[in-house]
Every structure is written in C-alpha cells, then in structure tokens.
C-alpha cells in the first residue's frame, strides 16, 4: 500500500513535467495530478481549499479537460489536461455504468512541487462531479471508445490558445467537496 502525506516525498510517477494529468477511470481511480515547480501561498490557498470549476471538450475523438483552481477573488490557475480513455490498457480501464442518474465521479487532486528533488506532496483533495457532469463525460467516454479518427487536428487548434481562454468557450461547473 501507498501512503501519501502532504510535506512528504510523492511516491507515485509525476505523469506531467509540468501543469495538470488527469488520469482517470483506471483500476487505481480517478487522479488529477496538478504539477507546478516552487508552489506559492496563494497557488497552495486555491489547490487546498479554494473552489474548484472544470469543464471538458470532445469533438471526434478528441477530449480536453480544463480545470480552474480559485481563491476568494477568482481564478488563480486554470489547466487543460487531454483525455483519452482509449490509452489506457483494457486490464486496467473501469468503465463506471451510467444507469443512476445521481452517481458522481470522484476524482483525487495531487497537487505535487516539482520545484525540489524529490518532488514533494503539497495537496491532497478529493472532489466530485456533479451527477450531469459525471453522466456527460461517461457518454463522452463511450464515444471516444468506439470512435476511429484521433482528434489530432481539433487538438492543435484547441492547443493554440491559453486555458483560461478555452475555459471562457465551455460550461463550468464546481466540484463538490
């Protein structure tokens, strides 16, 4: 078993160098890994405890997550995190059912600083979606499983702006502590 602590070395891979990984819907969970180098109070404020906005796009295959991390006046970091269930090896893929129409995801928030060696565990959070998030992205999900063609040209276009640009095109909404 795996023990996390916050102020304590991160035991587990850094998927990103730097900004957000969502890894989710593997036999381990749903883990948003937030990666940022020498993590300042106010970043750590809106990481621990501040409201949490997220969204996603998908459109042919392609799925980009955008997560805002607030503090009392708004926004302080805003990342996209891509999506494709269809990397993630069938043994350890866990498709949720979407019959229930109040399941919520849970999703796990390491918030990790790369800014020393080794990489130190700074926040941990565990939030939700809400029940029409959850039942959006599951079918989003389901989509992306069957479709043929990569996205690779609507991920170039969405990559071309800045996140706190792409989170002004789409729907919002908080997560539930």
Same mark, same amino acid.
């Given at each position: 078993?795996?023990?996390? /602590? ?21 036999? /381990? ?6 990666? %940022?180098?020498?993590?300042?109070p106010v970043e750590l404020f ?10 996603? %796009?998908?459109?042919?295959?392609? %799925? ?58 700074k926040a941990l959070r565990l ?5 029409? %998030?959850?039942? /959006? ?23 071309? /702006? ?16």
């Open positions: 078993m795996i023990k996390l /602590s916050v102020g304590q070395p991160y035991p587990l891979k850094v998927i990103a160098t730097e900004g957000a990984a969502a890894e989710f819907l593997t036999d /381990s969970g749903n883990l948003l890994q937030v990666v %940022m180098p020498d993590i300042v809106a990481l621990k405890k501040g409201k949490i906005k997220a969204g996603f %796009m998908y459109q042919n295959g392609a %799925m980009l997550w955008i997560f805002e991390f607030c503090d009392k006046t708004g926004p302080v970091l805003t990342f996209d995190a891509p999506f494709d269930a269809r990397l993630i090896p069938r043994d350890r893929l866990q498709l949720h059912n979407i019959d229930n129409a109040e399941q919520r995801l849970a999703i796990e928030i390491h918030a990790i600083d790369t800014g020393q060696q080794p990489p130190i565990v939030v939700t979606l809400s029940p029409a %998030m959850t039942r /959006s992205f599951l079918l989003a999900v389901q989509e992306q499983m069957a479709e043929t063609q990569t996205g690779e040209e609507i991920k170039r276009r969405w990559y071309a /702006s800045a996140p706190h640009q792409l989170a002004k095109l789409i729907k919002l909404e908080t997560f539930g502590q």
